[in-house]
């Protein structure tokens, strides 16, 4: 059973435009919510996370919109630019275990 | 302060070769993880260590893949008798094992079994 679903598989959208990335997780015992960031020929890079005793972190342009009772988050990347185009991972994790990784949401920013 | 480092940065093999992958974790991290990254399956766990000791294996396939930490500067990860289908990007993380959860991951090693 995955742990961790994303939505969707890819998204495009206009430069300047918001981004809408989701992410439903299983384990209503998971407690840190991290999204990495993914370009082609590197590894991901963190870009922010929240815990889940909030309900809303801001960091840039992005937010995360976390609902503990429904189990599920969104990313929100504001003002989109061509340069933010990449692969949008979520992730969740409990205490200092091992962290479980959606398939991804594929971004393109068109200009 | 250099970040995760994994060579070679691109392999290519023969079915049935081994092949070797190496990683150093970010200095003073005391977890390590192994990932592999396909198109298809996207990013898959395989394995991870905490100070050196394997913790959790349940992503590793049961024949042909051994991981080892020797030491806490250095990871491997072992394919013997390799075939087309282990054709992917294998990522190596470390993390701090605070409990944070942040991992910092490595440029990958892309494996290609011909």
């Known amino acids: 059973q995955q742990q961790v679903r994303q939505s969707p598989q890819s998204l495009t959208v206009w430069e300047g435009e918001t981004a809408i990335l989701n992410c439903s997780y299983e384990?209503?015992?998971?407690?840190?919510f991290p999204w990495y960031q993914q370009f082609p020929g590197e590894g991901p890079a963190l870009l922010i996370a929240?815990?889940?005793?909030?309900d809303k972190k801001e960091d840039g342009g992005f937010t995360i919109f976390f609902n503990k009772r429904e189990k599920n988050l969104s990313l929100h990347i504001k003002d989109s630019q061509p340069g933010d185009s990449a692969t949008y991972f979520c992730?969740?994790?409990?205490?200092?275990?091992?962290?479980?990784f959606g398939d991804g949401t594929q971004l393109v920013v068109k200009p | 302060n250099a970040g995760v480092i994994q060579t070679p940065r691109h392999k290519v093999t023969g079915k049935g070769q081994e092949a070797t992958l190496w990683c150093e974790p970010i200095?003073?991290?005391?977890?390590v993880f192994w990932y592999r990254q396909t198109i298809v399956q996207g990013l898959e766990f395989l394995t991870y260590?905490?100070?050196?000791?394997?913790?959790?294996d349940s992503g590793m396939p049961k024949e042909r893949f051994s991981a080892q930490m020797p030491n806490q500067s250095h990871s491997t990860l072992k394919i013997q008798s390799t075939q087309p289908q282990d054709s992917a990007v294998y990522l190596c993380?470390?993390?701090?094992?605070?409990?944070?959860?942040?991992?910092?991951f490595g440029e990958g090693s892309k494996l290609t079994v011909l």
């Open positions: 993380a470390s993390s701090s094992g605070q409990g944070t959860g942040q991992l910092y």
């Open positions: 384990n209503s015992a998971f407690d840190y």
């Open positions: 929240i815990r889940s005793v909030s």
């Open positions: 992730a969740a994790s409990l205490g200092n275990n091992r962290i479980f």
């Open positions: 200095s003073g991290h005391s977890a």
């Open positions: 260590f905490r100070n050196q000791a394997p913790i959790d």
